[in-house]
């Protein structure tokens, strides 16, 4: 783990509730695809969010911080990068990091879990792009699939590559999947075996992939996501 004073370099609201905040610490910065930090706000209150970039791209530090006055958790966070224009940060915890593997990889992100998902992703892209990899992106509103064109993108320059898009509540002309997230990956495959499930997203969500996923061939040493060191 890596204590360090990061610069805010950038503020920029990607959502109604969704802000991405750019931190640019004093040095280049170590850690790995899926891992996250701690903002220390006090020295009994320490704060995690997901990592968004890769470990290749380690000269800054990109949040996701999905921040309303009702939750003040967060917005917390976010009004001290506003008033600031720094953060106290640790870098460098948790377990449910990539794993270099010739499994196909399945990506699953529900709302701002996509922090944690784009980091595997783009890891996995940079590290290991020969790999078949699925990424699904849960949200409720299509305003919420804030990155969308951007993984569009990804999936036209890498074929190896599938992004599905899932929403609860659609627009009327909507073509992708509709409903929660992991049911939109349970109707696209029959068996979880022999593939790797990463995973971020609310603790409901974490339970049911496993309670679903693993009765039909997955393998819990191939699941991973933070919530499971908590449920």
């Avoid at 802000?19 to 701690?38: C, D, M, R, S, W």
């Avoid at 290749?56 to 001290?80: R, S």
């Avoid at 495959?189 to 593939?195: D, K, L, N, V």
Wanted: proline share 5%.
């Amino acid at each position: 783990m890596i204590s360090t004073l990061c610069k805010v370099e950038r503020i920029e609201q990607v959502s109604s509730t969704v802000h991405k905040i750019t931190l640019t610490p004093p040095n280049t910065v170590e850690f790995k695809a899926g891992q996250y930090l701690q903002v220390v706000m006090g020295e009994n209150d320490k704060r995690p969010f997901s990592i968004a970039n890769a470990p290749h791209q380690n000269k800054f530090l990109e949040l996701h911080i999905g921040a309303t006055p009702e939750n003040a958790y967060a917005y917390e966070v976010l009004q001290a990068c506003k008033n600031n224009g720094e953060l106290n940060v640790e870098i460098g915890l948790g377990l449910a990091h990539l794993r270099n593997s010739p499994l196909p990889a399945i990506i699953i992100a529900g709302g701002t879990g996509y922090s944690y998902a784009k980091s595997i992703l783009y890891s996995i892209l940079e590290t290991q792009p020969e790999r078949q990899t699925i990424f699904y992106w849960g949200a409720n509103r299509l305003e919420d699939l804030y990155e969308l064109d951007e993984l569009l993108k990804l999936e036209v320059a890498h074929s190896n590559l599938k992004i599905k898009s899932v929403l609860e509540n659609p627009p009327a002309d909507w073509l992708g999947h509709t409903g929660w997230v992991h049911l939109a990956v349970m109707k696209d495959f029959s068996s979880f075996e022999a593939t790797q499930v990463y995973t971020a997203g609310r603790f409901e969500m974490a339970a049911a992939i496993r309670n679903d996923f693993v009765p039909k061939g997955l393998d819990t040493e191939h699941l991973f996501g933070d919530a499971f060191s908590y449920i």
